[in-house]
Structure formats: C-alpha cells, structure tokens
C-alpha cells in the first residue's frame, strides 16, 4: 500500500477537522474532544478556536504549533478516531 497522507485540511468549526486523505478519503474529526480528555498545557490551548485554526500540514500530517505542539497518527485521523 502506499504512504497514506494528508492533502487537504479544513477547519470544520467546534474543534473539529475534515480531512482529505491520500486515498481521497475526507473524514471529520474532533480534536477538541481528545483535547479535553488529555488536559495538559500544551494542548489546551488549542481549545481556543483562534489558535485550534491556525494548524498547517507538513509532511503529510495536520501539526499544530511551531514545534508541532499537537499532532496525531495519520492511521487515526484516517479512521475518525484520536487517542
């Protein structure tokens, strides 16, 4: 199979992303959901929907921050689901 990877991101409101695969497959996912759940400095501040949008894809992934704060396995974000 070849390298699955993200080609499109689109900030879908209330801390939630749509997603375009590799494989052309377009899932939504909420991030402020695994947000959330995993309280810590680093992440909460992307509850705050001005600094949740300012995400970017680099190498084929959604990061957010400039040291890639927050970033999650492209297999999940694939299956709509976040750990």
Same mark, same amino acid.
């Given at each position: 199979?070849? !390298? =699955?990877?993200?080609?499109?991101? /689109?900030?879908? *409101?209330? =801390?939630?992303?749509? &997603?375009?695969?590799?494989?052309?497959? %377009? +899932? !939504?996912?909420? %991030?402020?959901?695994?947000?959330?759940?995993?309280?810590?400095? +680093?992440?909460?501040?992307? =509850?705050?929907?001005?600094?949740f949008? !300012?995400?970017?894809? #680099?190498?084929?992934?959604? %990061?957010? *921050?400039?040291?890639?704060? =927050?970033?999650?396995?492209? #297999? +999940? &974000?694939?299956?709509?689901? %976040? /750990?």
């Amino acid at each position: 199979m070849d !390298r =699955l990877y993200i080609i499109k991101a /689109e900030n879908a *409101g209330n =801390l939630t992303v749509s &997603l375009t695969f590799s494989d052309n497959t %377009v +899932q !939504r996912v909420d %991030v402020g959901d695994f947000i959330r759940r995993h309280p810590h400095p +680093q992440y909460n501040k992307y =509850l705050d929907p001005r600094k949740f949008s !300012r995400f970017t894809i #680099e190498n084929g992934n959604i %990061v957010w *921050g400039k040291n890639w704060d =927050l970033i999650f396995p492209v #297999e +999940q &974000l694939h299956a709509g689901v %976040v /750990e």
